[in-house]
């Protein structure tokens, strides 16, 4: 069975900190990696995509992916309050059913 | 703006009802997607498709069917529902190889 894990947290950071978070995956077939933010109640919505091993950086946000490792992580710079969410890792395996598998999420939280 | 929609946004029904969830999109994406969340839990995969008249089902078990006559559109039906459907319904629609776009979920609540 495909699993995608992390852990659940709380996750407390300060603000203007990096917030760091992890994913780790049990498919080695896994071809694709996505980072989506949940407010409480909301949709999910996607942060980063990351394909190919190394570090891909779009703004305050870094993914970096190690396929040997099996993880995945998000870094966010400069952490805002506007942050604070569940962020979901999820991941596209090379076969079986379409679609994504998810971890539970981590829930972040910027303390002012 | 996200360009996929899904009706209701909340809905509380008694047990044994039927019930059609509906989910819309105007981007002309082929595949389209209905997840299961529980409050805390991850999101589960219950049924895809690929396009007109393709239906697939996910990862996870679930008694709801769902049919594809339009591109647009991917309703998803519960013949009678029961107090273990209550959850977050979420749909999604992509292009071939495309990111994954989310409409506003549906919450449903059966009593």
């Known amino acids: 069975q495909k699993e995608v894990e992390q852990n659940s947290g709380p996750l407390s950071v300060p603000e203007g900190a990096i917030a760091s978070l992890n994913c780790t995956y049990s498919d080695r077939g896994s071809q694709s990696f996505f980072w989506y933010r949940q407010y409480s109640g909301k949709s999910p919505e996607l942060i980063m995509s990351?394909?190919?091993?190394g570090d891909k950086e779009d703004g305050r946000f870094t993914a970096q992916l190690n396929k040997a490792s099996q993880y995945v992580s998000l870094l966010i710079r400069d952490s805002q309050p506007s942050d604070s969410a569940t962020y979901l890792c999820?991941?596209?395996?090379?076969?079986?059913?379409?679609?994504?598998?998810f971890g539970k999420g981590t829930h972040l939280i910027i303390q002012p | 703006e996200a360009d996929i929609y899904q009706t209701p946004r909340y809905l509380v029904i008694g047990t044994g009802k039927k019930i059609t969830l509906e989910c819309s999109q105007t981007m002309g994406h082929d595949k389209m997607y209905w997840y299961q969340q529980d409050p805390g839990m991850e999101l589960h995969l219950i049924h895809y498709s690929y396009g007109v008249n393709s239906t697939e089902k996910g990862d996870l078990s679930s008694e709801s069917t769902v049919s594809r006559i339009r591109t647009e559109h991917f309703p998803l039906t519960l013949e009678s529902a029961r107090p273990s459907h209550t959850s977050q319904y979420l749909c999604a629609s992509r292009l071939d190889r495309g990111d994954y776009t989310f409409g506003s979920g549906t919450r449903l609540t059966v009593v």
């Open positions: 999820a991941v596209k395996s090379g076969g079986g059913a379409d679609g994504l598998t």
């Open positions: 990351i394909y190919s091993n």
